[in-house]
C-alpha cells in the first residue's frame, strides 16, 4: 500500500523567509503527486502537482515543488512566506495503476511570523 | 462556473442514528469521491463513485455507504452513528477517475455525534 510521509507537523517561519515543507512517499513505481492546502474550516485546495513530466512543478501562489525518484521525495517550497500562507498543507500520492483515491499525509501546519 | 458544493454545512446526531450528507459535483464531473477527515489528521478514503457504479472502497465498514446519480451529484450515507463518526466529511470531484486527475474539493459537512 502506498503511504505518504510529511515530516514536521508544525513549521514556523518568519515572513519572507524560504517555506521548506517535507513530503516523502513510498511506492515501487513513480505515483502522482499532489500538494493540497487546507485553511481554517473550509476543503481542500489543490496547489500542485506531479504526473511524469517535468521534475520541477510550479504552483499557485508562488509554490513550487520537485520530484526526486532516488530520495522518494516531493518538498514543497516558497521563496518568500507571505503572512496569507499561514494553513494546514497536505501531501497526496495517487496511483499508480488502479490506485484511484488519494492517499495523504498527515499534514503540516505552518505559521507566519511577522 | 460552480465548484464542488456539499450540504449541509454542519450537523449534530446522537450515536445510533443514521444521516445523509450530499454533494454536487463540478460541471462536466463524472467522479465523486468521499473523504473522512478527523481532526488533526490528514482526510482519509472511504470510497469512489464512476458514472453511478462504486469504483473504489477505502477501509470503512458497510454501515458507510453512498450513491451516484444521473447527474453526477452524490450521497454519502452512514448508519448506526458512532462517536468516532464525528469529523469532517469532504467531497471531491475529477473529470475521470484516472489517478493522474486533479480531484476538486467541496468545503465539507462537519459532523458531531453525540
Known amino acids: 500500500a502506498q503511504s505518504v510521509t510529511q515530516l514536521g507537523s508544525h513549521v514556523s517561519v518568519s515572513e519572507g523567509a524560504l517555506v521548506l515543507l517535507r513530503c516523502n512517499y513510498s511506492?515501487?513505481?513513480?505515483?502522482?503527486l499532489f500538494w493540497y492546502v487546507q485553511y481554517p474550516n473550509q476543503g481542500l485546495q489543490l496547489l500542485l502537482k506531479?504526473?511524469?513530466?517535468?521534475?520541477l512543478v510550479k504552483g499557485i501562489n508562488g509554490f513550487e515543488a520537485e520530484f526526486k525518484k532516488s530520495e522518494t521525495s516531493f518538498h514543497l517550497t516558497k521563496p518568500s512566506a507571505h503572512m496569507s500562507d499561514a494553513a494546514e498543507y497536505f501531501c497526496?500520492?495517487?496511483?499508480?495503476?488502479?490506485?484511484?483515491?488519494?492517499?495523504f499525509g498527515s499534514g503540516t501546519q505552518l505559521t507566519v511570523l511577522p | 462556473e460552480t465548484g464542488v458544493t456539499q450540504s449541509p454545512t454542519h450537523l449534530i446526531k446522537t450515536r445510533g442514528q443514521q444521516v445523509t450528507l450530499r454533494c454536487s459535483s463540478q460541471?462536466?464531473?463524472?467522479?465523486v469521491s468521499w473523504y473522512q477527515q478527523a481532526l488533526g489528521q490528514g482526510p482519509q478514503f472511504i470510497f469512489q463513485?464512476?458514472?453511478?457504479?462504486?469504483?473504489g472502497r477505502g477501509n470503512f465498514p458497510p454501515r458507510f455507504s453512498g450513491l451516484q446519480f444521473p447527474n453526477y451529484s452524490s450521497e454519502l450515507n452512514v448508519n448506526a452513528l458512532e462517536l468516532d463518526d464525528s469529523a469532517l466529511y469532504l467531497c471531491?470531484?475529477?473529470?475521470?477517475?484516472?489517478?493522474?486527475?486533479?480531484?476538486?474539493f467541496g468545503p465539507g459537512t462537519r459532523l458531531l455525534v453525540l
Open positions: 497526496a500520492v495517487s496511483g499508480p495503476g488502479s490506485a484511484r483515491q488519494l492517499t
Open positions: 460541471s462536466g464531473h463524472n467522479t
Open positions: 506531479y504526473t511524469s513530466a517535468a521534475t
Open positions: 471531491a470531484s475529477s473529470l475521470d477517475s484516472s489517478p493522474a486527475e486533479t480531484q476538486y
Open positions: 463513485y464512476y458514472r453511478e457504479e462504486e469504483n
Open positions: 511506492s515501487s513505481v513513480p505515483p502522482y
